[in-house]
């Protein structure tokens, strides 16, 4: 098992960055896929980005693609979100998971979610 927690999040203004990280426990944080997801009020929860094992792999939403970079420092247990240009529609909470199987941009396929951590972004 592996427990995720996020954090990073705050208010920030459109155009402006923000960093997110994920601290994972366990001793196999290398042997985890992880992803980023989203999820804005009254919407469903979406992929934002993936990173493989080893990190030599990643996968950027095309929503987000060159604005947004995923990164993992499996030696610290971290993985993390760099923001930058930041628009209104950011505005979610935001969720690190982990996923044994596959690097994926799908919900399904991810067995371990954090709590989320909340970014918005005023205009």
């Known amino acids: 098992q592996v427990q995720l927690v996020e954090s990073g999040g705050g208010l920030v203004q459109a155009g402006g960055s923000l960093r997110l990280s994920c601290a994972a426990s366990?001793?196999?944080?290398?042997?985890?896929?992880m992803g980023w997801f989203r999820q804005a009020p009254g919407k469903e929860r979406e992929f934002v980005a993936a990173?493989?094992?080893?990190?030599?792999?990643?996968y950027i939403a095309d929503s987000v693609k060159g604005r947004f970079t995923i990164s993992r420092h499996n030696a610290k247990n971290t993985v993390s979100l760099q923001m930058n240009s930041l628009k209104p529609e950011d505005t979610a909470v935001y969720y690190c998971?982990?996923?044994?199987?596959?690097?994926?941009?799908?919900?399904?396929?991810?067995?371990?979610w954090g709590q989320g951590t909340q970014v918005t972004v005023s205009s």
């Open positions: 998971a982990a996923n044994s199987k596959r690097s994926s941009p799908h919900l399904q396929a991810y067995d371990y």
């Open positions: 366990g001793r196999t944080f290398s042997s985890y896929n």
């Open positions: 990173i493989s094992r080893s990190g030599s792999s990643t």
